[in-house]
Every structure is written in C-alpha cells, then in structure tokens.
C-alpha cells in the first residue's frame, strides 16, 4: 500500500523552506558554503540573545519541569498585558493573552477555531505565506488584497472592499509587512478597521517586527485604533529579541467579546489540547519586555540593521532592471526584477538556479503569493560588506542569466 500525504495539504506551500532548501541541503552536504538569506534567523549572522533573557530563562529552570497552565504561566501573561496597556489597548487581561510555541502556532490555532469549508480570509499580496497556508488548511479560502508597490507597498483599500463577501470571516494585517518591510500610516489603518467595522470582520493583527522600525517610523497597534472591532494581536521575541530557536510568542484578544464567546472557547480548547507552551522559553518574555531594549541600538541612524537595510537596498537598485522600495521596518527585502530586462518565466527555477551558481538561498515573490515571477525577497541580517558582496554577486549573476 502506497501511502500519500493527505488531500487537506493540495495547495498548501511555505517556500521559505519549500524545495529550494532540499538542494542547498545537498550542496552544504557536499563541502559547499551556502549563505542562507531566505529566513529571517538573525542567529547565524552574529547577533546573540540579550543575556538578562538568558540569565531568566537559567534561574527559572528549576520550576520549569512540569506543564504550565495552557495559556502560559501568569508572570509572562502579565508582562504582555502592561506592554499593550502601554500601547493604548484597553480591557485586556490575563486571561486574554494565549503564549505560544512562536507565531506561527498562535496563527494555526486562531484561524482553525474561526475557519470553516468555505469560509474566506483577506491576506495581503504579498503576504508571509504561512497565513495563506492554514487558511487553506483549515478548509477555508484566502482572498489575497493587493498592496501597491507605486504606493510604498500599502494596501489598497479599495480592492479589499471589492473582495468582501458574505463568505469573509476575518482580515489580516502584517504590520511592519514581511515581506515588502512596509510600516502602515495611522489613516490607512483606520481605514482598514472601518472596513472590518462594517462588514463585522475579525482583524487578525500580525505585529512580529513591530520594534524593527528605521528613519524614526512610528508603529501604531491596531489593536488601539478602534476597541469595538475584535482583534486578535500576534507578537513574540523571535526577532527583535533575536531568540528565534526559543519559539517564544503570544496572541491578545482586544475589543468586544460578547458575540465571540463560542469562539474564544473553541480557541481555549485547541489552547488546551496542545498542553501547554515550551515552559523554560515562558520565562523570558517578562525579561524581554520588562528589561533593556538592545533593539533600539540596531535600528538607530548607524545601527548594525539600519546600516545593514541602507547597503542592500542602495546596491540592489544599482543593478540594472532591479528596484526595491526601501523597507521602513522588518528585516527583509523585496527586489522587483523588470520584465523588461530580465524576462522570468519561473521564479522559483530562478532561485534554484542562483543557488547553484553563486551558493546564494534567496526565495521567489511568488511564495509570498505575489502573482508574477518578478520578485525575489532576501533577508537583510548578514554584516554590510557581506551583504554588499552577495548583491553584488547576484547582479553579476543576472548580467547573463536568460531563461528560454
């Protein structure tokens, strides 16, 4: 008997560690050096985990053998309450925080108690395609808004009302985006709320990068621009804090609950049934949110990051048919390839074939669900000479690349 995966994963794909990976696997395998820009992991490119979070994580060690409680141990639901308090979300308490193993189990569990078969979603195209995927997973169907790239990559507001259905149950906002690293005006935000107001929308806020701002852009939480829309907030320590490996995340639940109350229990059992989060990184996010902020110091006028951001977007734009509007937040960069000058047919067999001439991962616009095959993202974390070279390496690459 052959057994195959199941019908429930036709249509579900996550480039960033799709295909492309098998092959630089097998070239690293071979004794080849690859540099890995298609995840943002700023581990291997030198910036190390605050050492008050680590010092916490040491001396919690000894309680942390058994189960939390499934939402996560009180100190760190706390911690997360006065972040938002300070942010302006009202009416949140304890019991409205759910810690998470990251992000990205926090996403799978909130829209598997919201889908059903049919059921439609908004995403941003671009989008961080995990969203798309337990979309698809859960039975439901992403209906991907466009963000303009004439537009310093915003969302189109008139296009997300266009697409609204009797079927929508929610919209997603990625903000600072992943991958464009657009930061969304105040007015463009209440925009959005107004929408979701109307059409009684969840809004699905992902704000992982929301302290990654450059050129002192202001972040606004969504979930403190309007206390009568639900919002479902999702931060954690992966990336500003640089402890991606610690899997470290939490979701808020913000505004009126009352018609979500059968909801929010569906939400609380799959809570539960995954037991509890990883116990020993609990015990960091009180440190993280509580103590020095080391971020501050990457992403100001000379910072490592905002230095790092500067050198790649100037030297991608050098390169002949290639442009990229510059990232006001995240750790990314979203290169547009002019058809014109570079005619690519398949992105993805661009990015393979990248990877095995220069031994340079990046990953393709359209596994972020962009629809054409002229993009590419690539992570802005390696050191500024490192970065320079590997642009520069891509540029040489695409002085003579065709595809027939």
Same mark, same amino acid.
């Given at each position: ?169 929610? $919209? ?6 992943? #991958?464009? +690293? %657009?930061? @969304?005006?105040?007015?463009? !935000? ?128 050098? $390169? ?6 510059? #990232?006001? +937040? %995240?750790? @990314?960069?979203?290169?547009? !390839? ?67």
């Amino acid at each position: 008997m052959e057994f195959r995966q199941s019908s429930k994963l036709n249509d579900v794909c996550y480039e960033i560690r799709g295909p492309v990976v098998d092959q630089a696997n097998a070239l690293e395998e071979a004794g080849h050096s690859v540099l890995r820009l298609n995840t943002g992991n700023p581990a291997p490119f030198g910036f190390e985990a605050p050492e008050e979070i680590l010092q916490d994580i040491i001396r919690n060690l000894p309680k942390a053998h058994g189960y939390s409680d499934s939402r996560g141990i009180l100190p760190a639901r706390r911690a997360v309450v006065q972040y938002y308090q300070q942010r302006g979300v009202e009416g949140v308490t304890v019991n409205d925080v759910y810690l998470g193993n990251g992000v990205s189990e926090l996403i799978q569990m909130a829209v598997t108690a919201l889908v059903d078969d049919g059921d439609e979603v908004l995403v941003p195209m671009p989008d961080y395609p995990l969203w798309t995927a337990v979309v698809r997973l859960a039975g439901g169907k992403a209906v991907h808004y466009l963000c303009d790239e004439q537009a310093e990559w915003y969302p189109d507001l008139d296009d997300i009302a266009a697409k609204i259905t009797a079927r929508t149950k929610a $919209i997603v906002v990625i903000n600072p985006n992943n #991958p464009t +690293g %657009a930061v @969304y005006p105040k007015e463009l !935000l209440e925009g959005i709320l107004d929408l979701a107001r109307r059409h009684h929308l969840m809004v699905l806020a992902d704000e992982i990068y929301d302290k990654i701002l450059y050129d002192d852009t202001e972040h606004h939480c969504l979930a403190a621009l309007a206390d009568d829309v639900l919002t479902l907030t999702f931060n954690g320590l992966s990336k500003a804090y640089r402890v991606a490996g610690f899997r470290s995340g939490w979701l808020v639940v913000s505004g009126p609950r009352q018609h979500a109350t059968d909801y929010l229990e569906g939400l609380t059992m799959l809570s539960g049934m995954r037991l509890c989060p990883n116990v020993p990184a609990q015990y960091a996010v009180q440190a993280a949110l509580g103590g020095h902020q080391s971020i501050n110091d990457l992403v100001l006028p000379g910072g490592r990051l905002t230095e790092q951001r500067d050198i790649a977007v100037k030297a991608l734009n050098e $390169i002949p048919g290639v442009s990229c509007v510059k #990232p006001k +937040g %995240a750790l @990314y960069a979203f290169a547009r !390839l002019d058809p014109a000058v570079h005619r690519i047919v398949d992105d993805e067999r661009f990015v393979l074939d990248l990877l095995l001439r220069e031994k340079i991962h990046v990953v393709q616009g359209t596994g972020f669900n962009w629809p054409r095959p002229d993009h590419f993202r690539f992570v802005t974390l390696p050191r500024a000479d490192d970065l320079e070279t590997a642009i520069n390496r891509i540029g040489r690459f695409l002085a003579t690349y065709r595809q027939s």
